[in-house]
């Protein structure tokens, strides 16, 4: 129920006029912008609806809202407005009820509304209590990041390539999925130079037969290494390099109001105003699992009890210093980092109509209509890479990886020395580091699109044992899932 109310609305009222009027104005009542910050599963509503000038002022027309929800069919919302003070609705009350409108069955590019009756509880200036409008609020899509904080074009046209595609996908898909394949499908692979490890003798799984992470082969080491040449590679293209988050995005307000002195005063956009705001799950009605995982992943619960937890005990000197290189990466890999790709996903849409698909793309379907820059789905291999929150939550991680050589420093000075590889800060081989050269893919083949596509038809393409296989995991292969939870 409230992630059907949950976001930004715009907000339209009208007088309940009978009379015909030759201009529509004289029906109105007020129009403004409609935000439900909180909407929760007890039925709690909290909220604000502002009435903004153009250009904006900080004494605009603003009011706090709160109130309730009511399951049924249709859903019930009731809730009061106070006007907040210093602002032009200082002293105002007024009441509100509505009803989310059900969807028709053929209904077109439908968009969720709410129809209700507002009344003025208190009078306020010349204007008397009692008097009741009509009122429609229509619900606004999510405000995707990159039309928030977009990558430079640059960037855009480089990780949005197939070849950078294709590389994202086989790399994770070859190591998460390479023991569950059959001898044939492991031979063929071997002969496009694409095993996951640098030679045939030192080949290096991320996840067991039964779905567990290695921690003890060094794969944790691959993890960390490719992504870090990623953010190296894109970096060398700016002036200004793009930071991670100094910490995990704690769950936010959709309104941040600006300083209001600034020169150029320009409005953070409502429901997603730096970029990180939470995406609404979806309801994929074929697969009730990922269904569950996504709506837990999003809960504010979720942050505070296993998010924020991580955040803090992958900081921990004392901690890291316990820890091989490569159990970092594992670690992290399959716990913190896959939850971050998922928490922060939104649906994913086709993009040449735009309209979303809660089953995603298809794992075997590599049409070029998926290069275009707009499949940015932060949740699968093929896309997360092209959405500009990718950068940083994997800047997060790779933070990590200098407070792990900190720690390292301070316990057992010496054990872990640090060199550059491929032009990547990285660290010798040793007591702490398994691998002298990390695999980030085929030496001599990196950018060859003809044999990463034959690896992406060997591993998925009626690949019904793989997927037999899968089946108690995810029916999303290429999604970042959650392997050592079920």
């Given at each position: 129920?409230?992630?059907?109310?949950?976001?930004?609305?715009?907000?339209?009222?009208?007088?309940?006029?009978?009379?015909?009027?030759?201009?529509?104005?004289e029906l109105r009542f007020g129009q403004g912008e409609l935000v439900f910050e909180i909407a929760n599963e007890q039925g709690d509503l909290r909220g604000q609806l502002a009435f903004r000038s153009a250009p904006p002022r900080q004494d605009d027309a603003r009011l706090s809202l709160f109130g309730s929800m009511e399951n049924g069919t249709p859903v019930r919302i009731r809730f009061q407005g106070e006007g907040i003070e210093e602002t032009a609705a200082s002293g105002w009350v007024y009441d509100y009820v509505g009803y989310l409108v059900p969807n028709w069955l053929d209904g077109v590019n439908q968009r969720k509304a709410i129809v209700g009756s507002v009344i003025r509880t208190v009078p306020h200036g010349d204007r008397p209590a009692g008097v009741v409008g009509s009122f429609i609020a229509v619900h606004h899509e999510f405000l995707e990041p990159r039309d928030v904080i977009p990558l430079p074009d640059k960037v855009t046209d480089l990780v949005a390539a197939r070849h950078h595609r294709l590389h994202h996908t086989i790399w994770h898909s070859v190591r998460n999925f390479w023991l569950i394949l059959d001898d044939v499908q492991r031979d063929k692979i071997r002969a496009l130079d694409w095993q996951p490890g640098e030679n045939l003798e030192n080949e290096r799984p991320a996840i067991s037969e039964i779905g567990t992470p290695f921690t003890n082969n060094g794969s944790g080491e691959d993890f960390l290494f490719m992504h870090r040449q990623m953010i190296n590679e894109v970096n060398s293209l700016l002036e200004e390099p793009i930071r991670g988050w100094?910490?995990?995005p704690a769950p936010g307000p959709l309104v941040i109001e600006p300083n209001y002195q600034e020169p150029n005063l320009k409005l953070r956009p409502p429901g997603n105003p730096d970029g990180f705001t939470l995406p609404p799950a979806w309801f994929d009605p074929t697969d009730e699992t990922t269904n569950r995982r996504i709506m837990t992943l999003k809960t504010d619960e979720h942050y505070w009890s296993r998010m924020r937890w991580w955040d803090r005990e992958f900081k921990n000197p004392q901690y890291l210093s316990t820890l091989s290189l490569g159990q970092l990466g594992s670690l992290i890999e399959w716990t913190v980092h896959n939850d971050m790709h998922m928490r922060w996903a939104s649906v994913p849409r086709d993009p040449s109509t735009g309209d979303p698909i809660s089953s995603g793309r298809q794992d075997e379907d590599i049409d070029p209509k998926w290069d275009n820059p707009k499949y940015d789905f932060l949740g699968e291999f093929y896309s997360s890479h092209v959405n500009p929150v990718f950068w940083r939550l994997h800047g997060w991680v790779d933070e990590r990886i200098n407070d792990w050589f900190k720690a390292h420093n301070q316990s057992h000075l010496g054990e872990v020395e640090s060199e550059e590889i491929d032009g990547v800060t990285w660290f010798k081989k040793g007591?702490?580091?398994?691998?002298?050269?990390?695999?980030?893919?085929?030496?001599?083949?990196?950018?060859?699109?003809?044999?990463m596509e034959e690896v992406n038809k060997i591993l998925f393409n009626s690949n019904q044992t793989l997927r037999q296989k899968l089946t108690h995991r995810t029916k999303k292969l290429t999604w970042f899932g959650s392997f050592t939870n079920d």
């Open positions: 129920m409230s992630h059907q109310i949950h976001g930004v609305w715009t907000y339209r009222s009208f007088f309940n006029i009978t009379e015909h009027v030759e201009d529509f104005n100094p910490s995990i007591k702490w580091v398994q691998n002298a050269h990390p695999w980030v893919g085929p030496a001599h083949s990196h950018h060859d699109v003809g044999k």
